[in-house]
C-alpha cells in the first residue's frame, strides 16, 4: 500500500490558504503579489519533478525535448521520429503549438524541467483567469482551486497536452458566459483555436458553444412548459434532452469513430473504438454532486442564470465516462466537461438558504476529495504521479 504523498497536499494547502488570504487583503499589489505565489507554487512542483513522475513525460516529452537540443531548425526538428508505441512516430505528428513550445523553450532555457513548468502555467493560469472571470466575488476561488488541485491537477502531469487544450476551453467558456455577448463568443472561438493546436480533441468543445446558446436563446424571460398543471423550465427540459442525447450517442459510440474520421483526428478514435459496458463506478464517483443537487439544487437554480449550463457539464461528464469501458483512454472524452464542477461544486455549497447545511457540505466536499486523491493517485496510481520525485533524486 503506497502512503500518501505530503509534496503534493502540502503544496495544495499552501496554495488554497494564499488564494483565501489574498481575497482578504485590500492592497492591490499585496494581494496580486500573493494570488501570483499561490498559482505559481504548484507550478514549481510540477517543474521540479522527475521525469519519472507522469507517465506521458518520458512517453514523448523528453524525448521531443532531446529532439530538440539536437536540432538546428523548427523544420529539422519536424522531421525527427523514434519508435513510438508499434509504429514510428513523427514530431510533426504531434500538435503544432505543442511541438513549438517545447521548441522554443528548449532553445532559450536548455532545461526539460522549465519545459514542465512551463506546461503547469498553461494548465493553472488559464484555469485560475476563469475562475476570477465567473467569480467576481473572488470568495469561492479558493475552494474551487482546491477541488481542481485534488481531481485534476496529477491528470495533468500526465495527460498535459489535453489538460493545457481543456484549460484554454475553460477559460473560453467563463468569456462565453461572462462577458458581453459578441465579446464572449471571439474570446471563446480564439480559446478554442489555440486548444485545438495543443490538442486536436478539443474540437468537440464546441459542443459547449451550442448548449450555452440553446439555454440563452431568450435572455430576457425565463421561459415555463406547462404539462397538466404542472409548470416546468425550458432549461430543465433541455438538461434532460442533452441527458438522454448523450446516452444515445454513447450507444452509437461507431458516431464518434466518424466523427474524428470527418474532424481529421483519426489518431483519438481509439477512445471510443471498443465495446461500451456500463461501468457504475463512474457514476458513483459523482453521488456527492447528485447529492448536493437533491439538497440545493432548487435554490441553485434559482439564484444562478447559468447553473443549468453547469448541470449539463457535469451530466455530460458522467455520461462520456462511461467511454472508459471501451479503451483505456476512452474517460478523456469526459475531461472536457469534467473541469467544470470546480465551478459548479463551490456555486453549489453556498446555495442553499441555511448556512449550517452550507458549511457541511463545503466540509463534506473537503474530506471527499482528499480521499479521491488518495484513493485515484496515492493508493490506486493513476498516471504513475505518485510517489513525487524531485529531478534531483
Not at 494548465?123 to 482546491?146: E, H, Q, R, W
Not at 458581453?180 to 480564439?190: E, Q, S, V
Not at 448548449?211 to 412548459?225: A, D, G, P, R, S
Request: net charge positive; aromatic share 20%.
Amino acid at each position: 500500500m503506497i502512503k500518501p504523498n505530503f509534496k503534493y497536499i502540502i503544496t495544495f494547502i499552501i496554495s488554497c490558504s494564499l488564494l483565501k488570504i489574498a481575497n482578504q487583503i485590500n492592497n492591490k499589489i499585496l494581494k496580486k503579489t500573493f494570488n501570483i505565489l499561490a498559482i505559481i507554487i504548484p507550478c514549481i512542483l510540477a517543474g521540479l519533478r522527475n521525469t519519472k513522475v507522469g507517465t506521458d513525460v518520458e512517453v514523448y516529452v523528453q524525448q521531443l525535448f532531446y529532439f530538440a537540443k539536437q536540432s538546428s531548425s523548427y523544420n529539422e526538428f519536424l522531421t525527427c521520429k523514434w519508435w513510438w508505441i508499434y509504429r514510428i512516430k513523427y514530431v510533426a505528428d504531434f500538435e503544432s503549438a505543442f511541438t513549438l513550445f517545447v521548441y522554443f523553450t528548449q532553445k532559450l532555457t536548455d532545461n526539460i524541467q522549465m519545459v514542465m513548468f512551463g506546461i503547469q502555467v498553461l494548465i493553472s493560469v488559464p484555469i485560475y483567469c476563469g475562475l476570477k472571470k465567473i467569480d467576481k466575488t473572488k470568495k469561492n476561488i479558493g475552494f474551487a482551486m482546491f477541488i481542481f488541485y485534488f481531481s485534476f491537477f496529477n491528470v495533468g502531469l500526465n495527460t498535459m497536452r489535453q489538460y493545457i487544450a481543456i484549460a484554454f476551453i475553460f477559460y473560453g467558456t467563463a468569456c462565453l458566459m461572462y462577458d458581453k455577448k459578441n465579446i464572449g463568443t471571439i474570446k471563446f472561438l480564439l480559446n478554442l483555436f489555440i486548444a485545438y493546436f495543443f490538442h486536436n480533441s478539443s474540437i468537440f468543445s464546441i459542443l459547449i458553444y451550442f448548449i450555452y446558446t440553446i439555454l440563452n436563446f431568450n435572455e430576457k424571460k425565463e421561459v415555463f412548459i406547462k404539462i397538466n398543471n404542472f409548470r416546468i423550465r425550458l432549461k430543465a427540459v433541455i438538461v434532460i434532452g442533452f441527458t438522454l442525447v448523450s446516452i444515445i450517442l454513447i450507444l452509437n459510440a461507431n458516431l464518434f469513430i466518424n466523427m474524428f474520421s470527418i474532424l481529421g483526428i483519426k489518431d483519438y478514435s481509439g477512445w471510443t473504438s471498443g465495446k461500451i459496458t456500463f461501468m457504475a463506478s463512474k457514476i458513483i464517483r459523482g453521488f456527492p454532486i447528485i447529492i448536493a443537487l437533491i439538497i440545493s439544487g432548487k435554490y441553485y437554480v434559482k439564484e444562478n442564470k447559468n447553473s443549468y449550463m453547469y448541470i449539463i457539464m457535469f451530466v455530460m461528464s458522467l455520461a462520456f465516462a462511461q467511454f472508459a469501458s471501451a479503451s483505456t483512454y476512452g474517460e478523456r472524452m469526459s475531461y472536457i466537461f469534467q473541469i467544470f464542477n470546480i465551478v459548479l461544486i463551490p456555486e453549489l455549497c453556498n446555495a442553499h438558504p441555511n448556512k449550517n447545511y452550507n458549511i457541511i457540505m463545503k466540509m463534506f466536499f473537503v474530506l471527499y476529495y482528499i480521499f479521491y486523491w488518495y484513493y485515484y493517485f496515492a493508493y490506486g496510481n493513476s498516471g504513475e504521479t505518485v510517489p513525487y520525485s524531485f529531478f534531483w533524486q
